[in-house]
């Protein structure tokens, strides 16, 4: 090595090691740590750690709550994507024009992405409260019956996910709009030109110049639906009769409320194998087209 | 003639319909203020009020001044600045280095960075949490702020930033004489105040409204931050409603107000998010 690179890298070690120690001890460390764990059986100020190998993932898979928290995650998953995709992309293509005040709008439109699930779940708490909420007040208004929202077992989890799409909506919306931006405006020009209307202009040009900004709000929203914990945590705890528990709902209750270090560990471990999974699914849809 | 009609009709829908949608955006906000403003027998009415009769800013001052809310806002100060701050000198020293600085294996080496990334928060739960343990940091500050004193996404903002900035500006310094740190210092800081903005909104934002790690570690009461103190509030049932919804705009007036200052920082952050996949 020569003098320069020697001086070079031993003024790297120093820029890099406090974040480094941080990284290894709080990253990776817990990582392998997570996986180590869940081999084994600890109940924290119980007993002693022992392992019990694959033991462990077996009582998982017989465990009900566990597939309930995994079920209602999927669900939610499966209902919010496609719902920030729609909704997302509309907002985007409504606040995606010049007018007077439409800077305005967007902002508006972001506020609830800014707030905290924790103000935004008791907020909506009180919404969706049964007889004195807003929302059951509007209903009767229109004549409908007064809706359960968070207290009935079939409309609980809609009820969140409900909060959930509109806190996050306008986040998905600024990823949308900048890729809307990157359309060249002479597309539109030549296809008004040749008298197409404003439907076949989306489907032919709007959605195949969109499909890497999708591609990337799939993936986002998909993986940050399995990081869910706040709003079900505030709003219901799980219930009614767990049918809100979502997977790190379950995991922190394995982990806090019953000390079961390894059982959770478990959950966490499969968690994470599952997001592997759909991420490199994902990847491998996106290259075959 | 008719075109001009139609476009002013067009016009006018269009505002109806951003108004219409601003006000399902912001409605709940504002029904939470004015429900904050309730005396405890308006709020659990039927059909409800719109505007308070009386307008009570004293619930204000009952939630500040029951249980120990003030003392929830301070230590959601202090562990949110302590990580921005740290986060930003970690990411961007680490950051220079592996923008600049050429020593064995450096990609690899960043690579390695990278990687932690894709691991899910909720996975490194539980060990941080036995970690924190064996340090005798629970229900302390420390446990809060260490475990977020760097992240590998801003060290790859950062890095991202720092490979942009044309290197001529710094041999002269070189050849001046200058060693790394200085040019640190001298050069790139100040031409980093943009990302340095983004990436503090950011990490404000995110540390001041997290729930679960703060959850993980605090036992106590006084050492709750914001967002703990308010899920309690609310989940064992502490207050009415009136007083409740005052505990919320509180917690939200900080990112708020933040948000409503820096805006364009905001958007810029969050493209960034975008473009890390």
């Given amino acids: 090595m020569t003098r320069t690179k020697r001086v070079e890298t031993v003024t790297a070690i120093f820029f890099v090691l406090p974040g480094l120690i941080i990284y290894v001890g709080f990253w990776i460390y817990p990582f392998m740590s997570a996986v180590y764990l869940s081999f084994h059986r600890w109940s924290l100020g119980l007993g002693q750690i022992q392992f019990v190998g694959i033991k462990q993932y077996v009582s998982l898979v017989q465990d009900n709550n566990f597939w309930n928290a995994l079920r209602n995650t999927f669900f939610f998953m499966g209902t919010t994507v496609p719902l920030f995709m729609v909704i997302s992309l509309f907002l985007a293509v409504l606040v995606n024009r010049g007018i007077k005040g439409i800077g305005i709008f967007r902002t508006a439109y972001y506020i609830?992405?800014?707030t905290s699930l924790v103000a935004v779940g008791v907020i909506w708490s009180w919404l969706y409260d049964v007889d004195y909420g807003l929302l059951n007040f509007f209903l009767t208004k229109l004549g409908f019956s007064p809706f359960l929202w968070l207290s009935g077992i079939n409309t609980a989890l809609p009820s969140i996910i409900l909060v959930y799409v509109w806190q996050q909506a306008g986040f998905y919306m600024v990823i949308y709009l900048a890729g809307l931006q990157n359309i060249p405006e002479v597309y539109y020009e030549a296809a008004k030109i040749d008298g197409a209307g404003w439907w076949p202009q989306f489907r032919h040009i709007t959605l195949p110049s969109l499909s890497e900004v999708t591609f990337v709000v799939l993936i986002v929203a998909a993986i940050q639906s399995w990081r869910m914990f706040a709003l079900v945590h505030v709003m219901t705890e799980?219930?009614?009769?767990?049918?809100?528990?979502?997977?790190?709902?379950?995991?922190?209750?394995?982990a806090f409320r019953a000390f079961q270090m390894g059982y959770s560990s478990s959950i966490a471990t499969i968690m994470f194998v599952f997001l592997v999974f759909f991420t490199l699914l994902q990847w491998k849809i996106r290259k075959r087209r | 003639m008719n075109d001009k009609r139609n476009e002013v009709t067009r016009r006018i829908l269009l505002y109806v319909l951003l108004s219409a949608v601003a006000a399902v955006m912001v409605g709940p906000f504002l029904w939470s203020l004015s429900t904050s403003l309730k005396l405890g027998k308006e709020t659990y009415i039927f059909p409800p009020t719109f505007i308070p009769s009386t307008v009570r800013w004293s619930n204000y001052l009952?939630?500040?001044?029951?249980?120990?809310?003030?003392?929830y806002f301070l230590n959601s100060t202090i562990v949110t600045v302590a990580r921005v701050i740290a986060t930003l000198l970690t990411a961007s020293l680490a950051a220079y280095a592996f923008a600049r600085l050429r020593f064995p294996k450096r990609d690899m080496f960043f690579f390695f960075f990278l990687v932690g990334m894709m691991i899910p928060p909720q996975v490194t739960v539980v060990p941080k949490f036995l970690i924190i343990r064996r340090f005798n940091w629970i229900d302390t500050y420390w446990g809060i702020i260490v475990p977020g004193l760097f992240t590998p996404f801003a060290l790859f903002v950062f890095r991202q930033f720092f490979l942009a900035i044309p290197v001529e500006l710094e041999e002269a310094a070189i050849i001046d004489g200058c060693n790394h740190f200085q040019i640190f210092c001298k050069i790139i800081l100040p031409l980093s105040k943009p990302v340095f903005a983004t990436m503090a909104i950011f990490r404000f934002v995110f540390c001041w409204n997290e729930l679960l790690w703060p959850l993980v570690v605090i036992n106590s009461e006084e050492m709750r931050v914001l967002q703990v103190g308010l899920a309690i509030f609310k989940i064992e049932g502490m207050f009415q409603y009136n007083l409740l919804m005052a505990a919320a705009v509180m917690a939200v007036i900080p990112t708020l107000g933040f948000f409503l200052i820096f805006q364009r920082y905001f958007v810029r952050a969050q493209a960034l998010t975008g473009l890390k996949l």
């Fill in chain 1, 238 to 254: 799980g219930g009614p009769l767990g049918s809100t528990e979502l997977i790190l709902n379950y995991l922190y209750d394995r």
């Fill in chain 2, 62 to 71: 009952t939630v500040l001044q029951t249980a120990h809310f003030p003392r």
């Fill in chain 1, 112 to 114: 609830p992405v800014v």
